[in-house]
């Protein structure tokens, strides 16, 4: 039976929002939480973009859930011994257990700090040699490494866990499924794909965690989440790398003039019919997915716990 767990937003909300809708999910009855990690927003109308890892500080101190990253890019703005040291002490801080979950990136977030955005087979390259990195600071010895991308030197991790941070590693192609398979402990996507699970547990996956999020919108008025998603999240549904390569919210909002309300309304569960939900969720289990996380894009978040409470979760947890 999966387990279904929260994803939480910090291109849309603040800190102290954000843990307040970590103790709602945890009443409400999910297992666990996600949270994204950016620089940016992916458009002004998102609005926020808090550091990570103090909200992550504060989300240990408020519930008792299980927290993850989706995801950490580990690569360019921030050195995988950085990464790993925030990570370690987020695991030891969390009490209900953390996993480091990490991609390639984006350059809208990793591009700040002025260096050139590789192309993305460089950029699993670079993710590889940094999960390598974070794996021998996990296990507390000092690590030196001169590597292709990456130096490090004396490094030595003093605050750690009981046991080494669970590493998932994020892909959505055949390329980066296939590092996953091999690197990772965990894997993420976030299709209801079947195939791609298929791939990754034949590649050297096995039975390790394969995790998936999709967002909905709650709301007693369809339309109106129809047009709160386009106003939102229209970026989502930019097709190919454009949500890879384009460089600030500005040129996002430029490429979101492509996407119309019908393709929201086509590819968003927007409304209160508890079924759709059911569906929206059942699709991942169905397609072999462990942990399966939803996020609530509109402004109703009191009005969605509940729904998901008496409505959505007691038919999934139960597989009705």
Not at 38 to 61: C, K, M, R, T
Not at 187 to 216: F, H, L
Request: charged share 20%; net charge negative.
């Amino acid at each position: 039976m999966p387990q279904y767990g929260y994803f939480l937003s910090c291109e849309q909300y603040g800190p102290a929002e954000l843990v307040e809708q970590a103790r709602m999910a945890e009443q409400a009855g999910f297992e666990a939480l996600w949270i994204s990690d950016h620089y940016h927003p992916w458009n002004d109308e998102q609005g926020q973009s808090p550091f990570v890892w103090s909200v992550i500080g504060a989300l240990s101190e408020a519930v008792s859930l299980p927290v993850g990253t989706a995801v950490t890019c580990p690569t360019v703005r921030t050195h995988p011994a950085v990464v790993a040291q925030a990570a370690a002490t987020a695991a030891v801080m969390s009490p209900g257990g953390f996993r480091l979950g990490v991609g390639t990136g984006e350059a809208l977030n990793e591009h700040v700090v002025g260096g050139p955005w590789p192309p993305a087979h460089v950029r699993l390259e670079m993710l590889e040699e940094a999960v390598q990195i974070m794996r021998r600071l996990f296990s507390g010895e000092e690590v030196n490494h001169r590597g292709t991308h990456y130096t490090v030197e004396n490094a030595r991790l003093y605050t750690l866990p009981d046991e080494p941070v669970p590493i998932d590693v994020s892909g959505f192609g055949p390329a980066a499924t296939k590092l996953a398979a091999r690197v990772g402990d965990g894997y993420i996507t976030m299709m209801p794909d079947a195939s791609m699970v298929e791939q990754y547990r034949k590649g050297g996956g096995g039975q390790k965690v394969v995790s998936g999020g999709t967002k909905v919108c709650y709301g007693t008025d369809r339309e109106e989440c129809v047009r709160t998603v386009h106003r939102l999240w229209a970026n989502e549904q930019l097709p190919g790398e454009l949500g890879q390569v384009l460089p600030s919210p500005k040129h996002f909002e430029q490429a979101q003039t492509l996407v119309t309300e019908d393709m929201v309304r086509e590819n968003r569960v927007c409304g209160d019919d508890a079924d759709e939900h059911v569906a929206e969720l059942r699709a991942f289990a169905d397609a072999g997915f462990d942990r399966i996380y939803v996020n609530q894009i509109g402004p109703d978040l009191r009005g969605f716990f509940d729904f998901y409470r008496t409505k959505v979760l007691p038919q999934v947890q139960r597989g009705d």
